[in-house]
């Protein structure tokens, strides 16, 4: 969807992802894209979602037509990681 996506730090444990919020509640996240998620876990193989890094789905186009976007990270300590943040600011 053109307008806002979400990124989520995938770089925890599937446990912690904050993506799980997404699966949690879908209807919060309906007017935002999720463009490095390649596949769903509940459309896969796996217990968890596939997904790219942030510079892959650039490079696929992605973010083509994203205004703005917001990065959701799991924070377990005073200082984020800024997952995916650099990626995001060298695309634009």
Excluded: C, K, N
């Amino acid at each position: 969807m053109p307008g806002e996506a979400i990124v989520f730090d995938d770089g925890v444990r599937p446990s912690r992802r904050p993506r799980l919020a997404m699966s949690t509640d879908p209807a919060a996240f309906a007017a935002v894209s999720d463009p490095t998620l390649t596949t769903a876990y509940a459309d896969g193989v796996s217990w968890h979602d596939t997904v790219s890094t942030v510079a892959e789905a650039v490079q696929r186009s992605l973010f083509d037509g994203i205004d703005r976007v917001w990065v959701v990270e799991y924070a377990s300590g005073a200082t984020p990681g800024s997952w995916g943040v650099a990626d995001l600011e060298a695309a634009g």
